[in-house]
């Protein structure tokens, strides 16, 4: 049976489920196993049939391995830095591929009951949004002054929550062109600084397509990292 949200938006269950062939790219450490094999098994209740892994940046061993600078005065940790990091590999990747819509996901993604039928809507009228660089797919601290841009979506002006989104190949060049690992800060922090500066145009659904697992179930791997600033060079 069909959920009516609040605002009277139908949700469609996951048994409605027809293929989205859009370029999936979900973020998982090599270590994490357990968490790639978790994330397979929701996959195929989703919909989704074009992804694939892509090894992060390790914080505790791989920051050796790229040049980067932090944001002045900027207190992060090892795991916010590979954060980052991953997300940056990505859209270099979208770029040098010519890939023109892709949905990144983070691996303790979660899928709603109306993920499959609304991104199938997205992507399929993605022309009413050609004009937006990022669409982030949960509403994770979308806040009041946030502007009504249809039925569906907000016109957002801070990204909290980088764990679903999707970006364009305009999207991807626009924040490459910041060079953006040399201004390192936390990474929904640095995409709500480049929307302020309208260096980037976002949006947002009303309503999670997707969410996070429970902290208290699925630790955070970025939380509690070491601080990059007390580590020995």
Same mark, same amino acid.
């Given at each position: 049976q069909d959920i009516l949200y609040k605002n009277s938006t139908i949700f469609k269950p996951l048994y409605n489920i027809s293929p989205l062939s859009i370029p999936t790219f979900i973020i998982n450490m090599k270590r994490s196993i357990d968490r790639r094999e978790h994330i397979i098994k929701k996959i195929k209740d989703s919909g989704l049939n074009n992804f694939k892994? /892509?090894?992060a940046v390790d914080g505790k061993t791989d920051l050796c391995n790229?040049?980067?600078?932090?944001?002045? !005065?900027? #207190?992060i940790n090892i795991g916010e830095i590979g954060c980052f990091l991953s997300h940056s590999n990505i859209w270099k990747y979208i770029i040098d591929n010519n890939i023109e819509y892709a949905l990144v996901l983070e691996d303790d993604a979660v899928f709603h009951s109306c993920f499959n039928f609304y991104i199938n809507y997205i992507m399929q $009228?993605?022309? =009413?949004? +050609?004009? %937006? #660089?990022? *669409?982030k797919i949960? $509403?994770?601290? $979308?806040i009041d002054n946030d502007i009504c841009l249809d039925d569906m979506? =907000?016109? /957002?002006?801070?990204? %909290?929550n980088t764990s679903s %989104? *999707? *970006?364009? @190949? !305009?999207?991807? @060049?626009?924040?490459? +062109? =910041? @060079?953006? $690992? #040399? !201004?390192i800060i936390p990474i929904d922090d640095y995409l709500s600084q480049i929307t302020q500066r309208n260096s980037i145009s976002a949006i947002a659904t009303k309503f999670n397509l997707c969410n996070? +697992? =429970?902290?208290? +179930? %699925?630790?955070?791997? *970025?939380?509690?990292?070491k601080q990059y600033n007390n580590l020995e060079s």
């Open positions: 892994f /892509v090894n790229y040049k980067f600078k932090l944001q002045h !005065n900027n #207190d $009228n993605i022309h =009413l949004y +050609e004009s %937006y #660089d990022l *669409i949960n $509403n994770f601290k $979308n979506m =907000l016109k /957002v002006g801070h990204i %909290y %989104y *999707i *970006i364009s @190949k !305009n999207g991807a @060049k626009k924040i490459s +062109e =910041l @060079k953006p $690992n #040399d !201004n996070q +697992e =429970l902290r208290s +179930e %699925y630790p955070s791997t *970025i939380m509690g990292s």
